[in-house]
Structure formats: C-alpha cells, structure tokens
Antibody, heavy 121, light 108 residues
Framework: QVQLQESGPGVVKASQTLSLTCTLSGASISSGGFHWTWIRHLPGKGLESIGHIYFSGTTIYNPSLQSRVSVSIDTSENQFSLTLKSVTAADTAVYFC?????????????WGPGIVVTVSA | SYVLSQPPSLSLAPGQTATITCGGDNIGTKSVHWYQQKPGQAPVLVIYYNSDRPSEIPGRFSGSNSGNTATLTINRVEAGDEADYYCQVWDTNSDSVVFGGGTKVTVL
C-alpha cells in the first residue's frame, strides 16, 4: 500500500526558508512513471500546485512560485523535499505531498495527510 | 495562464443529483480530474481522465467533458458526500497543474 507522509516544522518565521520532507512507503521512489509533487491548500482558498520532481531529478515548478521554490529527491531514503525561500504570511497553508501519474495528463492518486505550516511575524 | 471556473457552492437534499461544473477554454481537449476534500483531510481522487473512476469510488460518481465545460455528477447524494470538490487539468502552455477554485457541496 503506497503511503506518503509529510514532516517538518509547523511554524516558520517570515522571510526565512520553509523546508519539508515527504517520505514514501510501500513503493520505490525510483520507479518510473511518477512525478513526486508538492501541493498546498491556502486557507479560505483552493489548492495550488507548487512543484514536481521525477526520479531522475527533473523538476517542474509553478511559474508563480518558481523564483522561490526548489524540490529535491533522495532515492536512498525514499524521500523528496520542498524548500520555499523568503516566506510571508501568504505562504501559510496546509502542505501536501502527492504522487502524480502521467506527465501531460497528470493526476494525483496518492496523497499524504498534509502538514499545517504557519508563517509567523 | 489557464483558468478553471467552478461555482463556489451547491446545496441539495439527500437523494438528489449534484451536478458540479468546471469551465475552461476548450477544456474538452484536455483530460480533467476531480477530487473530493473533506475538512481536515487530504483530497481524494474521484474521477480521472474525464470519466474514469478509481475502483474504491462508488458508481454514483461520474464525469464528462465537452466543449468548454467538464462536469462531475453525483447521483443519489448522501450526507457523506458533503465536501469540497476540485477539478484539475495539466496546462501544456504553462507546463503546470491547474486546479479550479473548488465547489462546496452541502447536503441539507
């Protein structure tokens, strides 16, 4: 059974860097065909894709966040990570990691439970 | 960038049919996916590739896509279907995932 679990600090100070990790169990992150993805749910708003990484290390980022975001992968630990620089209150959200299938018709079939991240002043 | 438009809310009684629309320019040429999200939980995929349904999703959920509108239909709505529903596509122009704003379904 594929499972994803987010981990990281629940509070980040404004202007600092948010770092989260997603650990995959029940499957190998090195298996092809999947894009390992970060998505966030902004309070009172909807879902927003942040970025994806393929096992080869190829990344795709949301154009609106591209200047601040980085996604990396650690195949030895079966994990992938998110780094978001220069955070503001607008980055307060629930952050999810998910498995994306099919590059140009991508959908997300497995999700982590989510982690609440609050940006403090 | 590509924009998906959903009605913000929909209220209906148990047993009725919920029709949730997702509008987008020539969305009929794209593959549309739908997610159900209940409060405090992760989204759950309910429809993929316009009309395919994961095995664990009840047959009451169905999808269609044509022209400028994709539709998620929930037949015989139950209290447990109360949730936010999001449509999603891959935008080839911006090479990115796009979500609709979500529709809150309330079962009275």
């Amino acid at each position: 059974q594929v499972q994803l679990q987010e981990s990281g600090p629940g509070v980040v100070k404004a202007s600092q860097t948010l770092s989260l990790t997603c650990t995959l169990s029940g499957a190998s992150i090195s298996s092809g065909g999947f894009h390992w993805t970060w998505i966030r749910h902004l309070p009172g708003k909807g879902l927003e894709s942040i970025g994806h990484i393929y096992f080869s290390g190829t990344t795709i980022y949301n154009p609106s966040l591209q200047s601040r975001v980085s996604v990396s992968i650690d195949t030895s630990e079966n994990q992938f990570s998110l780094t978001l620089k220069s955070v503001t209150a607008a980055d307060t959200a629930v952050y999810f990691c998910a498995r994306g299938f099919n590059r140009i018709k991508m959908y997300f079939d497995y999700w982590g439970p989510g982690i609440v991240v609050t940006v403090s002043a | 960038s590509y924009v998906l438009s959903q009605p913000p809310s929909l209220s209906l009684a148990p047993g009725q049919t919920a029709t949730i629309t997702c509008g987008g320019d020539n969305i009929g040429t794209k593959s549309v996916h739908w997610y159900q999200q209940k409060p405090g939980q992760a989204p759950v995929l309910v429809i993929y590739y316009n009309s395919d349904r994961p095995s664990e999703i009840p047959g009451r959920f169905s999808g269609s896509n044509s022209g400028n509108t994709a539709t998620l239909t929930i037949n015989r709505v139950e209290a447990g279907d109360e949730a936010d529903y999001y449509c999603q596509v891959w935008d080839t122009n911006s090479d990115s995932v796009v979500f609709g704003g979500g529709t809150k379904v309330t079962v009275l």
